[in-house]
Every structure is written in structure tokens, then in C-alpha cells.
């Protein structure tokens, strides 16, 4: 595969090569209402999204648990029911408040002596759901399955198998993610396009919500790995290794920096053990030995014998010697700034006397000028 997005949409392609080209994009399995004879019956259902825009519904016969050994689940093909423009991306179930319906599900594992005999004593078989109809006719709508392809999005209600809503996503792009989540008490459409938009919209009666231009689809990466979950987050691998996780939620965003936490947690640095002599002396390598931490007061009692250091007469001379230096440096400087400042001061003087000079010139200049156009009239200029 390349990394080029256009893809064909034609329609001048013959049934037989729809037929060949044709796959299963989406699946799902819920206790669904599909049957108009009588809807007042939920069946185990498994719902099938074709790449072609098609969706398929099979009835599932399961069998009891102590039969699910010896027998299969057998299945009951309904035919096509609903077809959108473009490949199945998503498809969910809403009860008639527009709530999500969460997917049933029931954990199988090999039944053992123990487990056999708890299961007996706590079933968890699980029956077809039924309902009393709230008419006499028994035909009202029970449930809404919202379905997403890549052009365009509906709401179906069932048992009716009626189109309520029916939205065209985009025009010239096409969805490369699509998803139907729960957000602020509510059910949702998210989607990612092409042109890198991301819009949300409201369920089932698919009002737009949001459109904002989010992140361009540079490669085939992005469209794989682009995911969303409930309470509008998603992430996408941005670099093959880094993941960008992102919100549509505004209440989340206000609470990120309240979910920061910290890596490590900062304790306060333990004193070092105090070293052994003969720890430092023959394994710890090279390291400065002081007279006094071997054999004077400070490693123990002294010993008498040993010798002490002390100063004799040349060490008040050579701290003499040391003082005067530094003196001696500093007067030095005090000098050297003088003769700096008495440089600064000669040429400010020479300065001044260039500038009086000028100024006596330019008076002795003005003076003559004026003698000579004092007795001229004004016609004689």
C-alpha cells in the first residue's frame, strides 16, 4: 500500500466486480429487535457492515451452556436491511430515549467440577429480553441503530426498519474514523475526515455539534492508529514512537492540571555512612590522607609519641610577607586609576581651551561683519 489517499468512487463498476470486491468492515452483536412480526421480541443478533455501504443482520441461535459443547450457534441470514453511500466505519444501538445501549456479552470458559457446581448454584444464563408493547398494535420502535460510513451517517428505528435521520458528512473527502460515544451525560458522533476536520454530532437526531480543523493526514499511520473513546478523548500514533493523545471536552481540559502527577516522589537525601579507615585505605581508591585524621586527636585518643607541628618563628614572617604583597598590589592599582584619571583631566582641559579659541574666533568674525554692513540701507545689500 501507498501512502496515497485517493481512493475510487465510482459508480460504473458492474455487480459482479462489487460483488468480488465487496468485505466486512464492521461487526457487532446485540440483543436487537429485527423482526416486524413480532417486536416485541429482542434476539441475539449479529449486525454486519459491508465496504459497499450494505448492512446485514443474522439471527444467532445460541444453545445452553451444558450444550455448547456438542451443538454450534446456529444462524438465520435476514438479508440486506439498510445501505448508506460508502464503507461501514461504525454502527451502535440507542434505546428509544437515545441512550447507548452497552454490547451484551457473557464469559465462556471450560467448565470444571468446581465451577460446574457454582454455576449451578448461580446461574448466569441470560434470556431474550421482552417487552410489552405500549400500543395494542405491538408496532412501536424500540430501539434506534445509528450507523457511520464514510460519506454518510443514519438513524434507523426497529422494529419499523424506518429512516429518522439520514446526514451527509462530507462532499469530496471521505471519514477515515468514525465513532459513537458517551460525552456530558449524552450519546455522540465523532468523526475524522481527510481533510483533517474533526466534527461531532448529537444523537440520534445527528445536529452538528462541533467542526474544527484538527490534523491533516499525512500518512497512512495516522489513518491506522487514529482512535477516540468516551468522554471525548482519542489519541493517534504521531511518530512511530510517540502517541498524541487530545480531548473535544472542555470540562476535561480545565481538569488536566489537576491529573498531573509526578514520576518520582521527592524525599529528602539520607546522611552518607561514616567511611572505615581501612575501607578507604585499601578498597575505596586514591583519596587524600590528613596526618591529623590518622594519628591525631581527631582518630582517637593521641598517642604521646607522636610529634605535633608547631609554628615556628618564619611563619609570622612569611604572613607578613604575604600582607605587604597584597598591599602592595592594591597600592598599585590606586596608582595606575590616578594616573588614568590625571590623563582624562588633561584632556578635558585641552578640550575647553579648543572650544574657547573657536568662540573667540566666531566673535572677532561677527564683529567685522557687522562694521562693515552697519551704514549700508536696505537696497544698498
Known amino acids: 500500500m501507498d501512502n496515497s489517499f485517493s481512493r475510487s468512487r465510482s459508480s460504473s463498476m458492474s455487480s459482479l466486480e462489487n460483488n468480488a470486491m465487496e468485505a466486512v468492515t464492521c461487526l457487532a452483536f446485540a440483543d436487537s429487535y429485527v423482526k416486524k412480526s413480532d417486536p416485541s421480541m429482542a434476539l441475539p443478533t449479529a449486525w454486519l457492515g459491508t465496504s459497499l455501504g450494505s448492512i446485514l443482520t443474522i439471527s444467532l441461535s445460541i444453545p445452553e451452556n451444558d450444550l455448547r459443547k456438542a451443538n454450534v450457534v446456529q444462524t438465520a441470514p435476514t438479508g440486506a436491511m439498510f445501505r448508506l ?12 430515549n437515545g441512550a447507548l445501549i452497552p454490547y451484551s456479552f457473557e464469559s465462556w470458559r471450560e467448565d470444571s467440577k468446581d465451577s460446574k457446581e457454582k454455576r449451578e448454584r448461580t446461574p448466569t444464563k441470560t434470556s431474550s429480553t421482552k417487552m410489552s408493547p405500549t400500543n395494542p398494535d405491538g408496532l412501536c420502535d424500540r ?3 445509528a450507523i457511520a460510513s464514510e460519506k454518510q ?48 454530532f448529537t444523537l440520534p437526531s445527528l445536529k452538528p455539534l462541533l467542526e474544527i480543523d484538527f490534523l491533516p493526514l499525512a500518512d ?14 482519542g489519541l493517534y500514533l504521531a511518530t512511530p514512537t510517540e502517541i498524541q493523545k487530545f480531548t473535544v471536552c472542555q470540562e476535561f481540559s480545565h481538569q488536566y492540571n489537576n491529573m498531573l502527577g509526578d514520576l518520582y516522589v521527592p524525599h529528602e537525601m ?13 578498597g575505596g581508591g586514591m583519596r587524600n590522607l590528613d596526618r591529623e585524621e590518622l594519628f591525631g586527636e581527631s582518630s582517637g585518643k593521641a598517642n604521646r609519641s607522636v610529634a605535633k607541628h608547631i609554628p615556628g618563628p618564619n ?5 607578613l610577607n604575604a600582607r605587604t604583597t597584597s598591599v602592595t598590589s592594591e597600592i598599585g592599582k590606586a596608582h ?8 582624562k583631566l588633561s584632556q ?6 579648543r572650544m574657547a579659541s573657536e568662540a573667540q574666533q566666531f566673535s572677532s568674525s561677527a564683529h567685522l561683519l557687522m562694521n562693515k554692513y552697519k551704514d549700508k540701507k536696505w537696497y544698498q545689500l
Open 85 to 96: 453511500k460508502g464503507s461501514i466505519l461504525s454502527m451502535s444501538l440507542l434505546d428509544c
Open 143 to 145: 430501539q434506534f441503530i
Open 153 to 200: 451517517a443514519g438513524v434507523f428505528a426497529l422494529p419499523s426498519q424506518n429512516c429518522v435521520y439520514r446526514k451527509k458528512l462530507v462532499d469530496f473527502d471521505f471519514i477515515v474514523k468514525a465513532e459513537i460515544i458517551s460525552m456530558k451525560d449524552s450519546v455522540c458522533l465523532i468523526c475524522y475526515a481527510s481533510n483533517g476536520h474533526l466534527m461531532v
Open 220 to 233: 497512512l499511520r495516522i489513518s491506522r492508529t487514529f482512535s477516540f473513546s468516551n468522554k471525548g478523548h
Open 270 to 282: 539520607p546522611e552518607a555512612p561514616k567511611e572505615s579507615f581501612f575501607k578507604g585505605l585499601f
Open 315 to 319: 611563619a609570622n614572617i612569611q604572613e
Open 336 to 343: 595606575q586609576l590616578m594616573l588614568e584619571r590625571g590623563d
Open 348 to 353: 578635558l582641559e585641552e578640550r575647553t581651551e
